[in-house]
């Protein structure tokens, strides 16, 4: 019977230290971007950020989601120009454009009160075309939030948004800060 008790005993503190992928959400954060129209720069934002992802801290490999972005809330200070911008990224068909992570190389773990940085792989579907991506990203853990920053490039050509006279580059910054519920 002492067995037993000393069995149970060990099996639960063995589960007491394991973790699990536990769901995080961010129902804000901040996006902004750069783009050229043949000479003029173009520069927009929306805090309109929304994410639900699956981490394990100390399984980093296994993490998956989704962050989404509203593309018809993105503003660049002129009416006219937000108008043709939403035109282009067909925001009233494709309200947001949506990567779907699949996992984070190069780190095993995410420590506590550390800034780490690596390298997300996923999907990023926009105006209705997906395309594989890949994004450096730092992740930083407080407690049992994390915050999470990307700056990354893409062509908008490969995903069917034709601006005349529009660059074949746009760069993004996006952060925002994830919660467990």
Known sequence: MNRLRLGLFAGMSTL????????????????TFAYRVIIVPVQGKTAQVSA???IDPDDLASAG????VNVASLKTGNTLRDDHMAGALGAA????AVFTLTNVQGLGRLPEGQAV?????????LKGVTQPLSAPVKLTRQGNSIAVATQFKFNPHD???NYLGGASSIAVNISFKLQTP
């Open 16 to 31: 007491s230290t394991l973790t699990f992928a536990a769901p995080y959400q961010a129902s804000s954060g901040q996006v």
């Open 52 to 54: 639900a992802l699956d």
């Open 65 to 68: 989601g989704t962050v989404r």
């Open 93 to 96: 068909q494709f309200r947001d």
């Open 117 to 125: 940085s690596s390298t997300v792989n996923g999907q990023l579907s």
């Open 159 to 161: 995903f069917g948004v």
